[in-house]
Structure formats: C-alpha cells, structure tokens
C-alpha cells in the first residue's frame, strides 16, 4: 500500500467517528460503482448490504446509480404529494409503498444515513392527488428518491433530459432535485444526461447557490471529451462544487466510472474500473470544495491487464472539427473556425525506436446531436491518432507507443460567457477536459485553467480564416500542462453553449418503443424466454 493511502485511511479512521454536525468543516459521503444486474430482488438485498457497509464507515450519505435497482415492469409509485406526506417513512407503513421503498427506508433507518436511489417511477393520474396531470393517463419516469436518516422520503427529482429512454416521460415540470440535511449541506441531484443541459445541470448549482451536488448515472463514455471520470471531474472543477457521482457498471457495453470530487482539488477517490465490479467508494469531503485538509487517495488505478476491456465509442464529429496534425519538436500555430480561435503552442518529443503516436490539434465551434438533442459545443483540443488521418483519433495507444507532452499550452478566444436572468445561471460553461492512456483524467495540481473574460475581439489572434470581427468582446480561455505529460490521450477545452441548443420533441414511435426495449434487454443480459420471470 502506497504511504499517502495508509496515511488517508488512519485520518479518516480517526475523523470517522460520528456523523457530521453543522459545526463540522467536513462530512463523509460514500458513492456506489455497481455492477449491473436484471434481478431485482437481488439488487435490493445488495443495496442494503451496501448501506450497512456505508454506515459502518461513518458515511453521512450513500449514493447508487442510474438504472441499477429497477427495470421493465417493475415500477415505484412515489406519492410525495399524497401518502408520503402523512406517512413520510414507508419502513413504518409497509402496508402503503412497494417493497422496495420499504427496504431502503429500513436500511437508512436502522443505519442513521442519507440515502439516494434512482428508480422507475410510475403515476397514474387517475389516482395521483396533488401531482401536475396534463393528461389523465398512466406516466413512467426514471426517477431520484431520497431517505433521510429516519427512513422518510424526503425529496423526489425527475429526469428531465431523457436519453432515448422511450419508455419513460420526460419530468412533466423541469422541478429541481434539492435537499438539506442535518449536518448542514444543501444537496442539488440530477440523473445522467441531464449534466449536458443547462436546466438542471448549471442552474441547480447557480440558482441555489449550492455547493454540493449528487449525481446517478448510467454513463457511456466517448472520446476525447466526455468518458465518465473526466467529465465528472471537469464539472466538479468548472462549477467549483462537491460532486458525489455514482455509475453503473456494465464494461461490456461501454458503462462505467464513479467518484467523490471536490471543486478545484479534483477527485478524492475515483475508478473507472475494465472489469465488471461493484465498488463502495467513501471519502470526507470539505464543506467548502477544493479546501481539502485531509490526504485522499484521488483516481485508483485499474489493474493494467484489464484496462482495455471497457468498451470506449469516439465522437462521430471528430472529422468535422478544424484540425492540424502535430510534428515532433517546438510548435505555435493557430485554428480558427466560426467565432472560436484556438492557438497551440507544443512541444512534442516522440519515441527514438519508432514514428508514433500521432498528435492532431482540434477546433470546433458548431453543434453536436445527442439523442435528438441538438447541443451547441465550442471546444480547442488536442487527441491522439492511431495514424496521420483524422478519422484515425481518438486513439489509445499500446504500451509500446510512446511520446511526451513537454509541454502545451492552449488558449481559446470564444463565445463571451452570459448570465441567464431569468433561469438564474450561465448560458455557457466551458470545462477542462482531459484523459490519459490509463482512462484518468490529468491531476489538477498538472494543469492551470484560467478564464479571462471582456477580451478585445480587436486583439484576438487572426489567421487565414479569421474569426468573426462584429463581435466586440470574448472570453480568453487558458489552458495549459505544468508539468511534461507522457501517455496522454486528450487534453482541452470543451464548452456547452446552452443558448444554441435545439431540442427535438417528435413524440416516440412504435419502432422506438421496441428498439429501446431490446436495448434495455441487451444492457441487462435478459433471455427471451426468462424476461416474463424477472
């Protein structure tokens, strides 16, 4: 065991034991990798298992994923307006609630802790009092349920941006997760895809003012831009937040990553396993992010023999991005496409045996489609290449390629951030990007972000496609390694501009309905000929 983890487990052991007051400058939260599995039965009893063990670590609050404990016809109905308000605990009204809000509301009873598990949520508006009904039909929603530490339910959160889950309805109202606890911290939640939107992702932190926020996903990883831990981390360090994340294990497919990170100090504990795994993953975190007092022992390392084994899709847009391929040795150039400028400047020192890996410099300003969402993206990158083509990039490189990043330095000139009054929130968040060969994202105390707002268009650095000269104020964005980087994959920045989006709201066919359907079989390994058992 490496010293610095030794030394983090005897301070967490000796600050671990009691739970967090208000008076408390930290509190210990715990985060579930959880390996996915279509018996339902089974991943309750293991999420009451998991909680115990939480518990037994001092944890103040225990997260699990998206799509992990329910699925198919298997749905909760959660009266937050109706029984649970009279009778908020359903461990002690096992009479009116699914089992499965009984057992939990048990575990976090027993075990004196905060809870959060997402679920399939069902409403029927025929019997639904106190709920917004547009229509007076049944409704299916993935849905956050949180228990406090007496087993009572204490706030609900609704998916509101659905990733071709065409089973389930968007929230019918774009409420916000909140919730405040005994040891004095306010909680935003939102599930998955939702971090890509400005509603809830930036504006729960924003128009709140929270500091701390707890995420369930079920997350695909892309490259170069958005593998799990990486846009984990970015979003803890771009909204200076406490960010809680746990995520569904499924490798085969492409699904994992989880961790405790805190603002601007990164992750305090992260895997981004290639095996399939469950994972309890616990830490202190500080009530005010970044301010970490204690040792942590940040990304854990997979074991390099399995590290390939998670399946990582590359981002079909690649091939529309401006680029430049890189040349080993010193380099300073400039890429400019729409209203984004991208100036490089790297150095580059290749391997003496053999030509590789290849490097591109990447600019994009323009859209991306996730799931018929049409999203506005700006980013300044750099990716490495399997060989000189850009179809080739993303690449992760064998072990016997090798190449350094003496250095590299980015700055991007782009879209002026905006305050949105009335959502309460930017219109634009831009985020520091970056994975290495072993699926971890570069240490924070290796790079220095900084964003330098009112930047003259007038002093904007030009080339031969110059960017659009009406404009009179930018941001300046800079981005750059402290310290030489060997195995780096990704490296930049990627913005979200929120006010270009472009939402899609053709109501699901029957042929969507049933691709979903034998997608979620093919996520949960269901038979055929077992489904009607499960």
Same mark, same amino acid.
Request: glycine share 4%; proline share 4%.
């Given at each position: 065991m490496r010293l610095s983890v030794f030394v983090w487990l005897l301070c967490f052991v000796y600050?671990?034991?009691?739970?967090?007051?208000?008076?408390d400058d930290s509190y210990v939260a715990a985060v579930v990798e959880y390996e996915v599995r279509a018996n339902i039965e089974t991943n309750v009893q293991n999420y009451v298992k998991l909680v115990k063990e939480a518990a037994d670590q001092n944890a103040d609050v225990i997260v699990f994923p998206e799509m992990t404990l329910t699925r198919g016809a298997r749905r909760v109905v959660v009266p937050i307006y109706g029984a649970l308000k009279d009778s908020p605990v359903p461990a002690l009204r096992p009479d009116l609630y699914d089992a499965i809000l009984v057992s939990i509301s048990e575990a976090a009873r027993q075990h004196q802790i905060y809870v959060v598990i997402n679920l399939q949520e069902l409403m029927d508006c025929n019997n639904a009092p106190g709920e917004y009904c547009p229509e007076q039909k049944k409704y299916q929603f993935n849905t956050n349920v949180v228990f406090d530490r007496t087993g009572a339910v204490i706030d609900r959160y609704r998916k509101i941006n659905l990733f071709g889950e065409f089973t389930r309805t968007p929230a019918l109202k774009p409420d916000l997760g909140v919730?405040?606890?005994?040891?004095?911290?306010?909680?935003?939640?939102?599930?998955?895809?939702?971090?890509?939107?400005?509603?809830?992702?930036?504006?729960?932190?924003?128009?709140?003012n929270i500091t701390d926020v707890i995420f369930s996903t079920m997350w695909f990883s892309e490259m170069p831009y958005l593998t799990a831990t990486e846009i984990q981390e970015a979003y803890a360090y771009s909204m200076n937040v406490n960010f809680l994340a746990a995520g569904a294990n499924n490798v085969g497919l492409g699904s994992a990553g989880s961790g405790i990170y805190s603002g601007r100090a990164g992750s305090l504990i992260s895997v981004m396993p290639g095996v399939p795994t469950t994972r309890l993953l616990v830490s202190r975190v500080p009530k005010i992010p970044g301010e970490v007092k204690e040792p942590f022992p940040g990304p854990i390392s997979d074991d390099p023999k399995s590290v390939d084994n998670l399946v990582l899709i590359s981002d079909p847009s690649l091939p529309s991005h401006v680029?430049?391929?890189?040349?080993?040795?010193?380099?300073?150039?400039?890429?400019?496409?729409?209203?984004?400028?991208?100036?490089?400047?790297?150095?580059?020192?290749?391997?003496?045996?053999?030509?590789?890996?290849? @490097? +591109?410099?990447?600019? =994009? *300003? %323009?859209?991306?489609?996730?799931?018929?969402?049409?999203?506005?993206?700006?980013?300044?990158?750099?990716?490495?290449?399997?060989?000189?083509?850009?179809?080739?990039?993303? @690449? +992760?490189?064998?072990? =016997? *390629? %090798?190449?350094?990043?003496?250095?590299?330095?980015?700055?991007?000139?782009?879209?002026?951030?905006?305050?949105?009054?009335?959502?309460?929130?930017?219109?634009?968040?831009? @985020?520091?990007?970056?994975?290495?060969?072993?699926?971890?994202?570069v240490r924070p105390k290796n790079f220095t972000f900084v964003v330098d707002s009112k930047v003259d268009s007038q002093n904007v650095p030009s080339s031969d496609n110059n960017i659009d000269a009406n404009l009179n104020r930018k941001e300046r964005i800079t981005y750059k390694l402290n310290a030489p980087q060997t195995g780096l994959v990704a490296f930049g920045v990627w913005g979200r501009i929120f006010n270009r989006d472009v939402g899609y709201h053709k109501e699901p066919t029957e042929d969507d309905l049933r691709n979903y359907m034998e997608i979620e079989d093919w996520i949960f390994k269901i038979d055929k000929k077992h489904k009607a058992t499960i």
């Open positions: 600050y671990s034991e009691q739970k967090s007051t208000p008076q919730f405040t606890t005994d040891f004095g911290v306010t909680f935003g939640h939102f599930i998955c895809f939702d971090l890509m939107f400005q509603v809830p992702a930036a504006q729960v932190v924003e128009k709140n680029s430049r391929q890189l040349v080993e040795g010193a380099q300073e150039f400039i890429l400019t496409t729409n209203e984004v400028s991208c100036k490089f400047r790297v150095k580059l020192r290749l391997s003496d045996s053999e030509q590789g890996p290849y @490097y +591109r410099a990447l600019a =994009k *300003d %323009s859209f991306n489609v996730y799931a018929r969402q049409t999203m506005g993206v700006a980013a300044c990158s750099l990716t490495a290449c399997k060989n000189n083509t850009i179809e080739s990039c993303p @690449y +992760r490189f064998k072990n =016997k *390629d %090798s190449a350094e990043i003496e250095e590299l330095e980015i700055e991007m000139t782009t879209h002026r951030l905006h305050y949105n009054s009335t959502l309460q929130c930017s219109d634009i968040v831009y @985020y520091p990007v970056s994975m290495r060969n072993d699926k971890v994202p």
